[in-house]
Structures are given as structure tokens and as C-alpha cells.
């Protein structure tokens, strides 16, 4: 007897069908979920690249088995100071393995394996700072020939690259947007349109605009979060696959990403798609259903004005 | 209780087809009249005014106490609710049974379904038509769907009661029943304002009547 109250005449089940908004706004979320993580994984990188660990300085000592000014080595005296200088986490020696490894195709086609190789070493700064500049002249009254080399040039370009990955993200969402507020518009005008004659006579019998509109409203707004649940639901796969490929350039440790996945560990799916992202699925099928929810408010209400 | 004061109307706004001019009534609770003219003087015009269902282009109209030109939305949704209409061409929905189409007005004003059941059995009992509850409007006479649409305008008890050629589709012996239910609900309060051009009723049932010619009044009262 319950369903007898919807018996209002709107029959909505006809006026605003249940394959084609669901299907359409299925099709939008899948791409607003792309877009967004797309977004998301460019912030993700980008907060690497310009103060995560991947902000690295290399230090080029020549000649380091040479005296220092002082006493010992100038590797011994160079590593000394930036072992105590602040902004600096950790300042780590490539191994002669490390460098040969580096430098294999060089050599190779040198031929020459007892060329004179500088020291090279490592240097991770903290987030945001460069502690360089101001310990070059003590490391160069050590180390005469020092070189102090920035990769800020590529975390630069990587950083305005990341902005404006995250742009287009932010633009293709709005777009997308956009184009289903139209869909919602234009699906629920022609639902009004449809039962025009039912809807002009509960309003003569004394219907609010409100109820006439939240009928419709909650009608499409279902539709919506059911096509919203759909696009995340069929993002989902698509995210984690991409996510997993990511996994070693994202992944905060080397063990985290050299470690084989273990695929039947649920935890383990929840680590590789970074939380973000799955917040981000969670909230696009509400999302979705709010939006198709306030545009067909604000459209029947717009429309109701015709009638008096 | 209405009062109309200088009131025109042109379907399609100002520049449209003039339908009323300068019309000014007054009456009061519980007072039947006729509407009368010839096809096309404007009854049904005036009748939508009265119902709401257009606005005026000029002049004063005042429902049941509430100023219509200068009413809220909300307001005029409410004053609805207390209008009953039975429209020239019925309006039943004709996807919605029978039972639905009477129970509709109750159902918008959110009533509950046992008492909904209660109130539209009793109307339909009196129109004649309590085993039709089922069927579809397109399903039924002439006659029988203007019973229903009379039965819709009357279940909420409206204190305004608008009739556009109620009887045309009628025998007399229901004719009769239905003018004597008009005068029943007027002895109750009901205002009722019933538009007709069968001169033949009006003889047989005197009462106060407006008359129209041209979208001008031409009689008000005898
Ligand atoms: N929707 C409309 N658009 C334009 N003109 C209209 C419309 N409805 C009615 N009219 C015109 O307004 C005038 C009054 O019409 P109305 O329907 O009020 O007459 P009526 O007295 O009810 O006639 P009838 O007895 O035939 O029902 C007529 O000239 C008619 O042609
Ligand atoms: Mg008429």
C-alpha cells in the first residue's frame, strides 16, 4: 500500500527511464575518476620530485685520496662536513661498484679500467631546503675542483610538468561536469515535457513546487549515484592495474618497491592504490548523486515557473 | 468567497486574444450561481481565473480571503488545495485507475491510504460508480468519466467549488442528483460558481446567475 502514495500521476518510471542517465553518468564518472587520478598521481609525483626523497644533490670530489688542507683524505674531510651540515638527511658515498656501474658504457668504450674516477656522493636534503650554496667555499678550500650538481633543473621542469598534469585534470573534471549537468538538464526536461499534463494538474490541485521538484529530484538523483557507483566500479580495475606499473616510482622505500606483490592479500591492493585515490572513487558516486540531485531541483523549479 | 474587482483577461498575454474585460464580482460564502453565455462569452476563461490556473492580466481578484495577485507561490499552492475544479474536458490522468484519479487531491495533501480508501469508496458510491475503481478513465463513458471528475473536485470538501458544464455529459436523473449535491454543499459553505449554456437546467433549477457576452458581463444576480 505504501508504493499507492507515489500513485501522483508523475509515473517517473517513464518520464525519466532507468537505463539511459545511469548509463550516461556511468560514462562520465569512469572519466572524471581518470581525470581525478590522473590529478592525484601527478601530485603524488610532483611532491616527490620538488621535496620528497627524489630531491637529489651530487657531489663530485676530484682527485679524493689526495691530502686535505687540514688532516686525512678531502673525501674523508668533504664527507665530515656535509655529514654535519643541517638540511642535509643523508650524504651516501657511491661504492666503486656503484660508479663503475654507472659509468660501464664509458669505460667500456674507453677500454681504460684504471682511469682516475672522482668520488660521487650522494646528497638527500630535506623538503624545500638547499643547503649548498653556503658550504661551497669551505668545501672547495678542501677540495679544489668540487662540483656541486643540482638536478633542480629536471625537478623544475618535472614540478611545472606536474602542475599542469594536475590543470588538465582539474579542467577534464570541470568539462565533464559540465557536459552532465547538460545530460541531467536536458534528460529531465524532457521528462517534464512528457508529463506536462500530469504535472500541470497536481499543481492546479495544489502541489507544491517542492514536491513536484523532489520527486524528480530524488527520482534523478538515484539514477545518478546508481551510474556514479557504475564509472567508480569501473575505474576501480583500471586504477589498480596503473596504480601497480606506478608502484616502484611512488613507493617511499626500495624494499616497498622491489618486494613482489602478493596478490591475494587485500592489504597489499589497498597499499598500491594510494588512499587518495580510493577516497576519491568512495566520493564520486555521492558526488554524482548530489549533482544530478541540485541540477534537476534547480531545472524543475526553473520550469514550474511557467505555470502560475 | 471570491470578489473580482475590474478584472481582464487575454489568453497569450496583453496583445493576445482579449477573453474578459473589466469584470467585477462579489460572492459570498455558501452562494451558488450560474455562469451563463454563449460558447465562447468566456465562462471557462473566468473559471480559470477563479481556479487559479491563470493569472489575471489586470485588475483585483481576492480567493477565500487571500489577495491572488499579490500572493506568495506557496501561498497560492495552499489556496489550491482548497479550490475544487471540474473542468470542461475532465483531466482525469488517464494512466492512473479510476480509484487513483479520485484519490489524487487526498493523496497530495498526504492523507493516510486507510482513510484515503474510506473517503473514495463513500464518493464513488454516490456517483454510481464503486465497481469501476479499477478501470482506466478511457475505459469509461462519456457520463461516467465526468462522474469521476466531479467525484476528485468534491472529495477534499473544497470551501470553492468550480463547475464547467458539470451536466453536459449527464442523464437527467443524474443531473438532478448532482444539482442536489451542489445545493447540499452550499448549505454546508461550499461557494459554487457552475458554467453551463443548457438553458433548459437553469429553468428547471433557478438560482442567481452571472452572465457573460463577449468577455463583458452583461447580468450579474436576477
Ligand atoms: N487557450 C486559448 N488561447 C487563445 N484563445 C483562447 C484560448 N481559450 C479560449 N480562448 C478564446 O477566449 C474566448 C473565451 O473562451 P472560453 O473558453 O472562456 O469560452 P466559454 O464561454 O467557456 O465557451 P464554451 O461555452 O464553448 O466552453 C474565446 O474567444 C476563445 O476562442
Ligand atoms: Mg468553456
Not at chain 2, 498575454?13 to 474578459?20: I, M, Q, S, T
Amino acid at each position: 500500500m505504501a508504493r499507492r502514495r507515489y500513485h501522483d500521476g508523475l509515473a517517473l518510471h517513464q518520464a525519466l527511464p532507468g537505463q539511459f542517465l545511469p548509463f550516461l553518468v556511468a560514462a562520465m564518472s569512469f572519466l572524471a575518476a581518470l581525470a581525478l587520478a590522473g590529478g592525484i598521481a601527478a601530485h603524488g609525483l610532483s611532491q616527490r620530485w620538488t621535496h620528497g626523497a627524489g630531491a637529489v644533490t651530487t657531489v663530485q670530489v676530484p682527485g679524493p685520496d689526495d691530502p686535505a688542507a687540514g688532516t686525512g683524505t678531502r673525501i674523508a674531510a668533504v664527507q665530515d662536513i656535509l655529514a654535519h651540515a643541517p638540511g642535509i638527511i643523508t650524504a651516501h658515498r657511491l661504492s666503486d661498484a656503484e660508479l663503475r656501474s654507472l659509468l660501464a658504457p664509458w669505460i667500456e668504450q674507453t677500454g681504460d679500467a684504471s682511469l682516475p674516477l672522482p668520488a660521487v656522493i650522494e646528497v638527500h636534503t630535506t623538503a624545500g631546503q638547499d643547503p649548498m650554496p653556503p658550504l661551497l667555499p669551505r668545501l672547495e678550500a678542501i677540495a679544489p675542483g668540487v662540483m656541486v650538481e643540482h638536478d633542480s633543473v629536471w625537478s623544475d621542469r618535472l614540478a611545472a610538468l606536474a602542475a599542469s598534469l594536475q590543470a588538465c585534470a582539474l579542467l577534464s573534471v570541470m568539462i565533464v561536469m559540465t557536459v552532465a549537468v547538460c545530460v541531467v538538464m536536458a534528460a529531465t526536461r524532457a521528462g517534464l515535457q512528457t508529463r506536462r499534463q500530469a504535472i500541470a494538474l497536481i499543481h492546479s490541485l495544489g502541489a507544491m513546487d517542492s514536491y513536484i521538484s523532489g520527486r524528480f529530484a530524488s527520482r534523478v538523483g538515484l539514477l545518478a549515484l546508481v551510474g556514479g557507483l557504475g564509472g567508480s566500479l569501473a575505474a576501480l580495475p583500471m586504477l589498480l592495474a596503473m596504480s601497480h606499473l606506478a608502484a616502484p616510482f611512488a613507493a617511499v622505500t626500495d624494499a616497498q618497491a622491489t618486494a613482489p606483490m602478493d596478490w591475494r592479500d587485500p592489504a597489499a591492493w589497498a597499499d598500491i592504490v594510494p588512499h587518495a585515490l580510493l577516497w576519491m572513487l568512495l566520493a564520486l558516486p555521492p558526488a554524482a548523486g548530489m549533482t544530478g540531485w541540485v541540477t534537476t531541483q534547480l531545472t524543475v523549479r526553473a520550469w514550474l515557473r511557467r505555470l502560475p | 468567497m471570491f470578489r473580482l474587482h475590474d478584472v481582464s483577461y487575454a489568453h497569450g498575454g496583453n496583445a493576445g486574444v482579449a477573453a474578459l474585460s473589466h469584470i467585477s464580482l462579489d460572492v459570498p460564502q455558501g452562494e451558488f450561481r450560474w455562469l451563463l453565455g454563449p460558447s465562447g462569452a468566456g465562462k471557462s476563461s473566468l473559471l480559470s481565473i477563479l481556479s487559479l490556473e491563470v493569472q489575471a492580466s489586470a485588475g483585483m481578484v481576492e480567493i477565500l480571503g487571500v489577495p491572488v495577485m499579490q500572493a506568495r507561490r506557496s501561498s497560492l499552492a495552499r489556496l489550491r488545495r482548497r479550490i475544487g475544479t471540474v473542468w470542461q474536458d475532465f483531466r482525469l490522468l488517464p494512466d492512473l485507475s479510476v480509484f487513483d484519479n479520485v484519490a489524487l487531491p487526498l493523496r497530495l495533501q498526504h492523507r493516510a491510504e486507510d482513510e484515503i480508501a474510506h473517503e473514495v469508496h463513500a464518493i464513488m458510491k454516490w456517483v454510481g460508480l464503486e465497481n469501476r475503481l479499477d478501470a482506466r478513465p478511457l475505459q469509461l463513458s462519456g457520463g461516467e468519466q465526468q462522474r469521476v471528475a466531479i467525484a476528485r473536485a468534491v472529495i477534499y470538501r473544497p470551501a470553492l467549488l468550480l463547475a464547467d458544464e458539470p451536466t453536459n455529459a449527464l442523464d437527467e436523473r443524474q443531473a438532478g442528483r448532482l444539482m442536489a449535491m451542489f445545493h447540499r454543499l452550499a448549505e454546508l459553505g461550499t461557494t459554487i460558481v457552475v458554467a453551463t449554456h443548457n438553458d433548459a437546467i437553469v429553468e428547471k433549477y433557478p438560482a442567481p446567475a452571472i452572465e457573460l457576452a463577449h468577455g463583458h458581463m452583461v447580468r450579474d444576480y436576477r
